[in-house]
């Protein structure tokens, strides 16, 4: 059953450590909202215990609603307390909550956190952060889907998806094994949405003779959603790509070169025990193509494991945005060439 049809029976209502469960948030986190902005039961039992009835659970909904969408807590509140004030309460405050998720810039700091080192970045990655904090797994899939919606992929890439991996990373390192579960989701969300997008962009296009782009993670390297995303832009622009995924051994990439005869090589090293530059240095020796026209692949690298140094001969794009500015520049002159 999703979150927002989680239902209260009729009578006392639920505790609210049963009410925690079905919204996938903790009970702290209830009675700190009841503590602080008054979302709190409008009854209890003769012993003092908490029960939340479906008028309750409803506000609570929107609460957890309004912040997964970048809402500053104490404004989500207001809202969501509005729903048992009558329906001009509520329209005043939607009318108030969403000319600010619509209206205001983008880069808005939030007052009150997702427990992630966000700084000020944009609303829609605080509300994606709080999102996966929760584990609110439909929450976090209807950010990423608008996200890409209003934004485009590279942008919510570069400003929304990578900033919210990032600080869960440095979560997970600072709190041992706490977010290691809030890493997983989002992964694996963000995943899918890359992929439907690359499935959705490259169903209309025609089987081609191009050349395509590999792209593909270093022996050991498992990090492979940098390179899904740009997978996933290349399809949207209609270039041709064959993505190897994560840990490729180095045989295995050396003999995609030589019978694929690729535009183009991109590699991805999260850390620098995984940029191998021997064997990038094979890759981009390696030649194909007929006798006595014999040609060799741009080798691009890409990640952090590689540092600030340009190593001559190799391109290195430092984002998305400016890898694609690469390969597409890397493109049109092949295309003169041919």
């Not at 006392?12 to 008054?38: H, K």
């Not at 700091?109 to 509300?127: E, N, T, Y």
């Not at 790509?241 to 090589?265: D, I, K, Q, S």
């Amino acid at each position: 059953m999703s979150k927002t049809d989680a239902e209260v029976p009729e009578g006392a209502g639920v505790t609210t450590g049963s009410l925690a469960r079905r919204l996938g948030v903790s009970p702290t986190t209830l009675r700190s909202w009841d503590r602080r902005y008054g979302l709190g039961p409008a009854a209890r039992t003769e012993g003092r215990h908490r029960r939340w009835t479906q008028d309750d659970v409803a506000m609570v909904l929107e609460m957890c609603r309004l912040t997964a969408a970048g809402i500053p807590p104490a404004e989500a509140a207001r809202a969501a307390k509005a729903l048992t004030d009558g329906p001009h309460a509520l329209d005043a405050v939607e009318s108030l909550v969403g000319a600010e998720v619509d209206g205001s810039p983008d880069r808005h700091a939030s007052r009150s956190g997702s427990g992630l080192p966000l700084g000020s970045a944009r609303q829609d990655c605080k509300g994606l952060a709080r999102a996966a904090v929760r584990l609110d797994a439909l929450a976090v899939q209807e950010q990423l889907t608008a996200a890409i919606g209003r934004h485009g992929l590279v942008v919510t890439w570069e400003e929304i998806l990578a900033p919210a991996l990032q600080a869960v990373g440095r979560k997970w390192q600072s709190a041992g094994e706490r977010y290691v579960e809030v890493e997983h989701l989002l992964s694996w969300h963000i995943s899918a949405t890359l992929r439907h997008v690359y499935v959705c962009a490259s169903a209309g296009q025609e089987s081609s003779r191009t050349v395509p782009v590999i792209l593909a993670c270093l022996p050991g390297e498992q990090h492979t959603l940098p390179l899904e995303a740009l997978n996933a832009a290349l399809a949207q622009r209609g270039t041709a790509t064959l993505m190897l995924g994560g840990a490729v051994p180095g045989e295995a990439l050396l003999a995609a070169v030589e019978r694929v005869g690729p535009g183009a090589v991109v590699l991805w090293s999260q850390s620098a025990r995984t940029a191998n530059l021997a064997l990038v240095q094979q890759v981009a020796a390696t030649r194909w193509g007929i006798r006595g026209a014999r040609t060799r692949s741009r080798v691009l690298l890409t990640g952090p494991g590689w540092g600030r140094s340009v190593r001559p001969g190799l391109l290195r794009p430092r984002g998305l945005h400016e890898a694609l500015v690469m390969l597409d520049t890397l493109r049109s002159r092949d295309f003169q060439d041919g």
